[in-house]
Nanobody
Framework: QVQLLESGGGLAQAGGSLRLSCAAS????????MGWFRQAPGQDREFVAA????????QYADSVKGRFTISRETGKNTAYLQMESLKPDDTAVYYC?????????????????WGQGTQVTVSS
């Protein structure tokens, strides 16, 4: 079992930045793909970014490409999402997820473990 805990959410102004962290416990993240998803009110949960266990070939949604960066520190059992040039459309609850898949997936069904989420609100 893996427990995931997100932190770092909050309020930011448009054009600002935030850094989300996802700390894991119960099992090492070393062989798990890590993903970030988000869900705005009344909308489905959507893929944001994912990175495999080796840190190669990170995947990003088109809406965040060039603005967000996913990374991981295996030694600290932690994954991160650095968010720059934030927009009001980025407002959502952000979820960290872990998957045994070798290739990062954009599908929620491919992730076995989920955090509780952290709210990100971007004001215009």
């Amino acid at each position: 079992q893996v427990q995931l805990l997100e932190s770092g959410g909050g309020l930011a102004q448009a054009g600002g930045s935030l850094r989300l962290s996802c700390a894991a416990s119960g099992r090492t993240l070393s062989r798990l793909t890590m993903g970030w998803f988000r869900q705005a009110p009344g909308q489905d949960r959507e893929f944001v970014a994912a990175i495999n266990w080796s840190g190669d070939n990170p995947q990003y949604a088109d809406s965040v490409k060039g603005r967000f960066t996913i990374s991981r520190e295996t030694g600290k059992n932690t994954a991160y999402l650095q968010m720059e040039s934030l927009k009001p459309d980025d407002t959502a609850v952000y979820y960290c997820a872990a998957s045994p898949a070798v290739v990062p997936s954009t599908r929620t069904d491919d992730y076995d473990y989920w955090g509780q989420g952290t709210q990100v609100t971007v004001s215009s």
